[in-house]
């Protein structure tokens, strides 16, 4: 729960920046927010003496008090809390916040409605954790101990969050690709990508293992969690191995078209996507400079 409120404040200080941008310096405002996001103490001390002299002082003080409580976000009452969420929804909070308090809730949060309200909400998140809830309540079993369906959510996201590319992506970020995945199946020994074949997809691997080669030389083997295909989400260029399902293989599938609507809300996400691909290409760089000596 502290995670995903910390979430929230940040979203919060964010939009007060951007508010702010309109009425003083717009550059300014802008470095002061990239500041203020570096993990150097002393960037994020010279960005708000920067905000001092920019605006009044009483609206910097505003901000400077919503930066302390985003740094060390502890609810006073975890059921007030989640009752309060609950009763707000997504007017104030994201999904994945709402989804959270949905889970959280217990007999001593208060009236069960606060979770049927959820049941025939028009978002699969809410409403498949409102179910789980109630299921779980019914059952007189602890919310955490509650075996959901066989790909929830909420499983959905921690895989992604195990995976290089969206291991520093916050939870409430994640929850909006779910949307955008598509489980396909692959038998044993089926071909999933061919070498030279237009990309325009990346996978991430739910079940199975599966192997990738270049013509008759296999360069990896990857499961549960990994991901490939990744550099197709930046372009269409033709494929540069073939990957092979070695056992049945269950994947879900991201198109670019989804993940380019999803970069352009969520930049966060961009800067991810870019930092694996240089890793990945320093990486490469390694190894053939250690093959040439």
Not at 182 to 188: I, N, R, S
Request: charged residues 25%.
């Amino acid at each position: 729960m502290e995670s995903a409120l910390g979430y929230e404040m940040e979203r919060v200080l964010k939009r007060i920046l951007r508010i702010l941008s309109k009425l003083y310096d717009a550059e300014a405002l802008n470095q002061i927010q990239q500041s203020l996001q570096h993990p150097s103490q002393e960037r994020s001390a010279n960005a708000l003496e920067m905000l001092e002299n920019l605006v009044p002082r009483p609206v910097y003080r505003l901000f400077r008090t919503q930066l302390e409580a985003s740094a060390s976000i502890v609810p006073e009452s975890m059921a007030e809390s989640v009752a309060f969420i609950l009763e707000e929804g997504t007017t104030l909070f994201t999904e994945w916040t709402v989804s959270v308090a949905l889970r959280r809730w217990n007999s001593w949060v208060g009236d069960p409605k606060l979770v049927t309200a959820y049941l025939s909400h028009p978002i699969h998140l809410l409403s498949e954790s409102a179910e789980n809830t109630l299921a779980a309540f019914e059952k007189n079993t602890p919310m955490h101990a509650h075996a959901t369906s066989s790909h929830s959510a909420h499983e959905l996201v921690q895989i992604l969050k195990n995976t290089p590319l969206f291991a520093s992506t916050a939870e409430n970020v994640l929850a909006s690709i779910i949307p955008i995945m598509k489980q396909v199946h692959y038998p044993a020994g089926e071909v999933i990508i061919r070498k030279g074949d237009l990309g325009d997809s990346m996978f991430v691997i739910l079940s199975g293992e599966i192997e990738i080669y270049d013509q008759d030389t296999l360069l990896a083997e990857m499961g549960r969690g990994d991901l490939f295909g990744e550099l197709a989400l930046l372009d269409s260029e033709p494929r540069s191995a073939t990957v092979i399902a070695q056992t049945a293989a269950t994947l879900f599938r991201i198109d670019q078209e989804d993940f380019y609507d999803l970069m352009e809300e969520r930049d966060e996400v961009l800067r991810n996507v870019m930092r694996v691909l240089c890793q990945r290409i320093r990486h490469q760089n390694e190894v053939v400079t250690a093959q040439a000596r």
